[in-house]
């Protein structure tokens, strides 16, 4: 894991990085497109979280796509920022934003579970790495039609990805980022376990 040396003065554009990278990633797309479309606030329905999964809920696939892409674009955006002062800060802003879009400010800490950020995140670190978890997450969502599952399991295959490519700062950050969103679906892992998580509905006939 990167470790900023130096003392203070060293410390303060990490710092300041961080708390930018947070204020990024707690921009609430998920509300504000709920909002934009007239939707059901998405914090009282379904999950009751911001994410895309769950603006889906509404029945507006258009709200549901531009939260999924805007919460991509807030991991994949504060790396490409962050690379511009070295690899150590693109690490902490991109945590820091994801941790935002978890828990943002703006909404009393109860965000989103971090799965589009996260894998936003991982493409601007490393693009095979990013597009491989993508690939999991759409072969487990298919197999077994569970979103919950299919999030868990491809942000924590990111650290055996990172380990094939030898790239030990993704090694790191796919710890981390496999905490933060294990963490936030630890209810969908008792849904799972007890056979009651709602499956995803593919209308693969409907025309």
């Known amino acids: 894991m990167p470790e900023p040396m130096g003392g203070l003065p060293y410390l303060w554009p990490f710092l300041i990085g961080a708390i930018l990278g947070y204020l990024i990633g707690s921009i609430p797309f998920g509300l504000i497109f709920s909002i934009i479309f007239d939707l059901p606030d998405p914090r009282k329905i379904g999950s009751k979280n911001i994410g895309a999964t769950n603006v889906l809920r509404s029945g507006n696939k258009l709200a549901a796509v531009l939260t999924l892409l805007c919460d991509f674009g807030k991991g994949i955006g504060s790396v490409f920022l962050a690379l511009e002062f070295g690899l150590d800060m693109a690490f902490y802003v991109s945590l820091a934003a994801v941790i935002g879009h978890i828990f943002p400010i703006w909404l009393k800490f109860k965000g989103g579970k971090g799965v589009a950020t996260s894998i936003g995140v991982l493409i601007g670190f490393f693009w095979p790495i990013g597009l491989s978890i993508c690939a999991v997450w759409i072969f487990v969502a298919v197999m077994f039609r569970y979103s919950s599952l299919a999030a868990i399991i491809a942000i924590s295959t990111s650290v055996l990805f990172a380990w ?44």
Do not use: A, C, D, Y
């Open 164 to 207: 094939i490519w030898e790239n030990p700062l993704v090694v790191w950050l796919g710890l981390f980022l496999s905490v933060l969103v294990i963490t936030k679906h630890r209810e969908n892992i008792k849904r799972l376990i007890n056979g009651k998580e709602s499956k995803i509905i593919l209308n693969i006939n409907k025309k």
